[in-house]
């Protein structure tokens, strides 16, 4: 079955350091990646998403590239504010069969950033 | 657009009861699909309706049921609780529920069981 795996947290940074979150997966067919996002008592926002290989998707300073022959959808900020404390969540919307409206997602990543 | 909603955001119930959660999704969205969420078993599919239909379903005991009405609204049930069905509930929202749309997810609602 489809799986995503996420590297291993929590994540400490200081504010301005470069952030990478790691993220493969594995999925028969074509799948569509995202990244949400989940603050405290809240519900999870979308972050980007990528639909095809070597799609990059972007918002908000975040990227990530599909990439199907690592099968990675790795999340990167080039300079990370107090604000970006969350978890994130890595996701994988599978195209085939009658997958219809289902995300398997990543354990998630505690990010907490100090100024 | 408003976006999806879910009521009630917390709920307290004792083991045996049963419980009706309540999603609105956004307007012109007919998919709505359930999550749960725990610490230890993060974020697992439930299931997922479209038209009022019950297209996809996710790895859960029967106790776990759901509905989707004509205007798209979705409830699902829980009976016979347990203290392992403490967790987030989470529903989300999309066009028509494939896998290259956004799924747009409510705040949540909080079970605790006793």
């Known amino acids: 079955g489809d799986s995503v795996t996420q590297m291993e947290g929590p994540v400490t940074l200081s504010e301005e350091a470069f952030l990478t979150i790691n993220c493969t997966y594995t999925a028969t067919g074509y799948p569509s990646l995202f990244w949400y996002v989940q603050y405290p008592g809240e519900g999870l926002q979308l972050l980007l998403k990528?639909?095809?290989?070597?799609d990059k998707g972007s918002n908000k300073g975040f990227e990530a590239t599909y990439r199907k022959e690592t099968t990675s959808f790795h999340l990167e900020k080039g300079s990370v504010q107090v604000s970006d404390s969350a978890v994130y969540f890595c996701a994988l919307g599978d195209a085939g069969g009658t997958s219809y409206g289902k995300l398997t997602f990543g354990q998630g990543t505690i990010l907490t950033v100090h100024p | 657009k408003a976006g999806v909603t879910q009521t009630p955001r917390y709920l307290i119930k004792t083991r045996g009861q049963q419980v009706t959660l309540s999603c609105s999704p956004i307007?012109?969205?007919?998919?709505v699909s359930w999550y749960q969420q725990t610490p230890g078993q993060g974020l697992q599919f439930l299931f997922e309706?479209?038209?009022?239909?019950?297209?996809n379903k996710g790895n859960f005991p029967g106790r776990f049921s759901g509905r989707q009405f004509s205007n798209s609204r979705s409830e699902m049930n829980v009976s016979t609780l347990e203290l392992g069905d403490s967790a987030l509930y989470l529903c989300?929202?999309?066009?028509?529920?494939?896998?290259?749309?956004?799924?747009?997810f409510g705040p949540g609602t909080r079970l605790l069981v006793l």
């Open positions: 989300a929202s999309s066009p028509g529920g494939t896998a290259r749309e956004t799924q747009y």
């Open positions: 309706y479209f038209s009022e239909t019950q297209r």
């Open positions: 307007s012109g969205h007919r998919s």
């Open positions: 990528a639909t095809k290989a070597d």
